[in-house]
């Protein structure tokens, strides 16, 4: 069973930045990719970032150039600058690995003034 825990939610004023951490844990098949997926109130959640084992990494069009995706070993983090009002949402980390994929419980960013 593999777990994942998100971290580093919370208020930001528009402009600003924060960091989310994800840790996973458990009986994890390497090689696994890691990522951050996004859910707005009343959307359907979307791919934000992810990450292979290699460090290869994908972006949404609307984050790239100011979210940056990394990753050591099983622990993933999602650095977010210059955030803006539509990028409030609960942020989801994932791993997925040969055996499925698997999810965190989210962690809320709130961008407001």
């Known amino acids: 069973q593999v777990q994942l825990v998100e971290s580093g939610g919370g208020l930001v004023q528009p402009g600003g930045s924060l960091r989310l951490s994800c840790v996973a844990s458990?009986?994890?098949?390497?090689?696994?990719?890691m990522g951050w997926y996004r859910q707005a109130p009343g959307k359907e959640r979307e791919l934000v970032a992810v990450i292979t084992s290699g460090g290869r990494t994908n972006y949404a069009d609307s984050v790239k150039g100011r979210f940056t995706i990394s990753r050591d070993n099983a622990k993933a983090y999602l650095q977010m600058n210059s955030l803006k009002p539509e990028d409030t949402a609960v942020y989801y980390c994932?791993?997925?690995?040969?055996?499925?994929?698997?999810w965190g419980q989210g962690t809320p960013v709130n961008v407001s003034s």
């Open positions: 458990g009986s994890i098949f390497s090689p696994f990719a």
């Open positions: 994932n791993c997925n690995d040969a055996q499925g994929l698997y």
